[in-house]
């Protein structure tokens, strides 16, 4: 009845903590676009201007996509996006936006923190990439963009930022393999927009990330095998229904059978965890252990402590307190 022992693997959602703790306070944001200098159009050649168009309308889209990231997050209520550029003069680069200035906003947008990005710049060059296909190395070159971003972020009553760092991001573009491309694509606005679109698509989730918990998808293993009870449970979990697959796997987990047992063990593991319940998953997990010590596992207990403590601090970040 055994037969062949075959490991399934299924795609679920966990949320990860974000790179920082926001106070409890925060729960909606506005968004500034507060890096330029002057809206000064005067430029030595046409060359510095597409640049110039490059970095603005790349640092737009950044903060579009930012806001919609941060709105899709389960810690962040609302997130604004400020509907105008704030231009700097020269000597006020990366000086602190004045505490009455972030007060006078976030009342009128009646939010409770504002986020600045503060710098912003792209270096371009031409990277080579070579490869060994099992005969012989190729190169090839393309286009190398290091994007910069400096962030900081701003609470009203405050002197001084609750936070700021800086962003840094590496892209690499096969469509383009030298600067004489580069440039003529930036000269259109059809490339600007293409290539503005490219920058964030990377870096607006990562900056997001760092403020606010979000959700990925992650690939976990199950056990089944021929025993048509244990096919049934496995199809019940490829069509994501968990419920009727861990009524089945918590019967088998007694099973005469210890390979049966211990794979269901296993199984129910996964089940809790699809269903948030880590602590009871750790549980189900030492049971397969105790009768299905392999890799599979091993790996996994040790996945559910680390969501364990990954989860302590998510409850920090949205407020949560045991009693």
């Keep these: 009845m055994v037969g062949c022992k075959v490991v399934g693997t299924v795609q679920i959602e966990v949320i990860k903590p974000a790179g920082t703790t926001l106070p409890n306070q925060v729960n909606s944001l506005i968004v500034l676009n507060n890096y330029q200098i002057s809206a000064n159009d005067s430029f030595s050649n046409s060359t510095q201007k597409t640049y110039y168009l490059l970095d603005t309308l790349a640092s737009h889209k950044i903060i579009d996509q930012l806001v919609y990231f941060l709105n899709e997050s389960p810690r962040i209520d609302t997130c604004l996006n400020y509907p105008a550029l704030i231009y700097r003069q020269t000597k006020d680069r990366m000086k602190p936006i004045a505490p009455s200035e972030i007060n006078r906003i976030t009342e009128k947008y009646q939010v409770d923190a504002l986020l600045s990005l503060e710098g912003f710049g792209i270096i371009h060059s031409i990277a080579k990439i070579s490869q060994f296909d099992g005969y012989s190395y190729t190169s090839n070159n393309l286009l190398a963009l290091y994007v910069n971003s400096v962030w900081k972020l701003y609470l009203p009553g405050n002197e001084t930022s609750l936070d700021n760092w800086i962003h840094r991001d590496t892209l690499f573009i096969p469509e383009i393999i030298n600067l004489n491309e580069?440039?003529?694509?930036?000269?259109?606005s059809d490339g600007l927009d293409w290539l503005s679109y490219k920058i964030a698509a990377q870096v607006a989730p990562k900056v997001s990330d760092k403020l606010a918990p979000y959700w990925i998808p992650?690939?976990?293993?199950?056990?089944?095998?021929?025993?048509?009870?244990m096919q049934a449970a496995a199809n019940y979990a490829y069509r994501d229904e968990w419920l009727k697959a861990a009524a089945i796997w918590q019967k088998l987990s007694s099973d005469e059978d210890i390979w049966i047992s211990g794979a269901s063990c296993h199984n129910m593991a996964l089940a809790c965890e699809v269903a948030?319940?880590?602590?009871?998953?750790?549980?189900?997990?030492?049971?397969?252990?105790?009768?299905?010590?392999?890799?599979?596992?091993?790996n996994y207990y040790r996945l559910l402590e680390y969501r364990i403590k990954e989860a302590e601090l998510l409850n920090k970040q949205f407020g949560v307190t045991k009693d």
């Design 276 to 298: 948030g319940k880590l602590e009871l998953a750790l549980i189900w997990e030492k049971k397969a252990l105790e009768k299905l010590n392999n890799n599979t596992t091993q």
């Design 218 to 229: 992650v690939q976990r293993d199950f056990f089944y095998n021929q025993n048509s009870e």
């Design 182 to 188: 580069f440039r003529e694509t930036i000269e259109t």
